[in-house]
Structure formats: structure tokens, C-alpha cells
């Protein structure tokens, strides 16, 4: 049984009315979005994912509310998506980053390194280029600022000299031969060293470009809202966090934009009030039943009117 991360948590921030619009920007096994389902009469919830296999699942999970509809898409398009559904401002928008457990535990998907599969990773099979396409091709600089950036790992030099010599020997296109790689790279660790868990990481976001469409995503979620509208926003490590942490402390201040001469233009006012100044985190209980959760963390907002003055 999937058990949504922080839901209950997220309901309550996300504050469903009865009658409002909803949407969730990461369907994934449809958990998140039947409650909100759930708890609708006349509203309606669109709910995205950029993962065709993802929908399937959250079209069967919902199959039973006629007010949702499941559209495969990637929420950095979330405007052009609503459009096409007829819908201009919504009241709520759940966003629950990242990669699902369902993705996790399908081998053929390239994502654990504890099952041997192709070395995939795309969230979206019909965009971009897999895992092993990616370390075909990517330099060693960069792959140094991947493993740093997106699973702060310290030696991330030494892992990824050892992704470079052997993909070099054309050896790099299952998981296990990645997995291989960290343990080259680190051969005074007994057993499966722990960076294993983060270089996977690492090279799953930056192959699906993931903290920009994050990025974009939640800009365009704060933009859609109806003044008292919530967004909600779950992440699983700090680069996802900060994200959504800095577009939301953003979106609460005031933005003046200069003349040449340096006196202000215009002042937009705060589009957001940011209602959790300190990240919500899973109980020690909601830990124990899900380990899953243990790295969540959930931040939510709250639209505020819209006024533009011109000075
Ligand atoms: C953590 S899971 C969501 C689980 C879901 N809340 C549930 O209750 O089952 C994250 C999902 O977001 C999807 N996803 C990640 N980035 C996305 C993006 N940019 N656009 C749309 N979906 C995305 C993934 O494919 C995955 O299915």
C-alpha cells in the first residue's frame, strides 16, 4: 500500500474547500491527490506527472472522482496545462517532489542501485537522454559539480574519475556498472558505500533537470493562485528544499523595478504570505511507518491579494 508522504500535514496546510479548484503537480500513485479528491464536492483537481507510467497509476487510483483529471505533463509547464484544461487561477497547488517509490522498485526505470536494470533514470521516457547517455558524454568538471551539488559528496572527484575511466571502457550502461564505479572509487569501504545512495541521486536529477523544473514549477503554482490560495511543497534533500525555500521568500517580498536613474519604476506588491517561516517535518511515527519520509520537509504559502501600483 503507498502511504503519501506528510499527508496529513499537507491537507491541512492546503486547506481544501469543498467547492475549489486544486492541483497536484506530482500525481505519482495518486495517493496526495485522493484525499484531496476525497474531500471535494463540486471542485475539481487536475493532477500532473511528467512520468506516463505515474498517470496510468493515478488515472486507476482516481478512476472513481469525476472531478479529477490526470494530464501528462511536466509542472514547469503548469499554465499551458491549465489552459488547455479551461482553468485560469486555482485555490490550492500540493507539490511532492522528487522521485516516487514506484519509480524506485521498477527495475527496468534504472533508478536503485539495489536492483540491476538499464541505466535510465528519465522520469519522462519520452524526453531527453537516459543515465548512460548523460555519463557518455559528460565532462569531468561537471560531473564533479553534480555529485557535489545535487548529493553533497565529498569525494566526488575520486567517484567521478572512476565513472569517467570506466565509462570511457564503454562499461557504463547498467545500474550495477554506476554502483560498480562508487565502489572502484572507494575500495577502503566494506559493503555498498554510502555515497551509492547519493551519486544515484545526484545523476537521476541532473539527467531530468530537476531543480529547474522544480524552480518553475512552483513559480508558476504561486502565480495561478486566487488571492487566499495555498501552495504546499514537499522535498527530500536541501537542494529541493532551498528551492522551494527561496521562490516562496521571494514571492513574499515586495519587487521594485528601477528606472536607469535608479528611482523606482513600479512596485509589485508581496504575492505571498509564507506560512511555515521553519520547515514542517514527518513525526518520529510517520518515520517509523514510512521510512521514506524521513528526509521530507514541507513548506506552504498563502496568495495574497493582487495589486499593481504604478509610481
Ligand atoms: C514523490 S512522488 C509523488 C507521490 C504522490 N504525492 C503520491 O501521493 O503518490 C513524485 C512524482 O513527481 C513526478 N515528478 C517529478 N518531477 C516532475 C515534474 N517536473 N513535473 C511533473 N511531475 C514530476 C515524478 O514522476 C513522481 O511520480
Known amino acids: 500500500m503507498h502511504i503519501p508522504v506528510l499527508a496529513e500535514e499537507a491537507l491541512t496546510w492546503l486547506n481544501v474547500r ?56 511536466n509542472h514547469g509547464r ?54 548512460a547517455e548523460y555519463l557518455a558524454s559528460v565532462s569531468g568538471s561537471e560531473l ?25 571502457k564503454g562499461a557504463m550502461n547498467t545500474t550495477r556498472d554506476l ?3 562508487v565502489a572502484e572509487a572507494l575500495p577502503f569501504v566494506t559493503g555498498v558505500p554510502e555515497e551509492t545512495r547519493t551519486v544515484f541521486q545526484a545523476v537521476r536529477i541532473a539527467v531530468n533537470d530537476e531543480l529547474r523544473w522544480l524552480d518553475e514549477g512552483v513559480r508558476q503554482a504561486v502565480g495561478v493562485l486566487n488571492a487566499g490560495g495555498r501552495f504546499v511543497g514537499i522535498s527530500f534533500h536541501s537542494g529541493e528544499d532551498r528551492i522551494i525555500k527561496n521562490v516562496l521568500r521571494a514571492a513574499s517580498r515586495p519587487f521594485r523595478e528601477l528606472r536607469p536613474d535608479g528611482r ?8 505571498v504570505k509564507v506560512l511555515t517561516p521553519k520547515p514542517v517535518e514527518p513525526t518520529d511515527g510517520e518515520m517509523r511507518r514510512n521510512p521514506r519520509a524521513r528526509s521530507a520537509r514541507l513548506r506552504a504559502a498563502e496568495r495574497l491579494g493582487v495589486v499593481t501600483e504604478e509610481e
Open 264 to 271: 523606482v519604476q513600479r512596485t509589485t506588491p508581496a504575492l
Open 179 to 181: 554502483a560498480d564505479a
Open 18 to 73: 469543498e467547492d475549489g479548484v486544486y492541483v497536484d503537480c506530482t500525481a505519482g500513485a495518486g495517493g496526495h491527490s485522493a484525499l484531496i479528491a476525497e474531500r471535494l464536492t463540486t471542485g475539481r483537481l487536475i493532477a500532473l506527472d511528467r512520468d506516463a507510467a505515474a498517470v496510468e497509476t493515478a488515472r486507476r487510483r482516481l478512476a472513481g472522482f469525476d472531478c479529477a483529471r490526470v494530464i501528462h505533463t
Open 78 to 131: 503548469l499554465r499551458e496545462a491549465l489552459a488547455e484544461a479551461g482553468i485560469e487561477r486555482v485555490d490550492g497547488v500540493l507539490l511532492d517532489a522528487g522521485l516516487s517509490s514506484m519509480q524506485l522498485d521498477t527495475p527496468s526505470r534504472g533508478f536503485s542501485f539495489q536492483q540491476d536494470g538499464p541505466l535510465d533514470m528519465r522520469m519522462d521516457t519520452e524526453e531527453g537522454v537516459t543515465a
Open 144 to 168: 564533479i559539480r553534480v555529485l557535489k551539488e545535487y548529493g553533497d559528496i565529498g569525494p566526488a572527484r575520486r567517484i567521478a574519475d572512476a565513472v569517467i575511466r570506466r565509462r570511457d
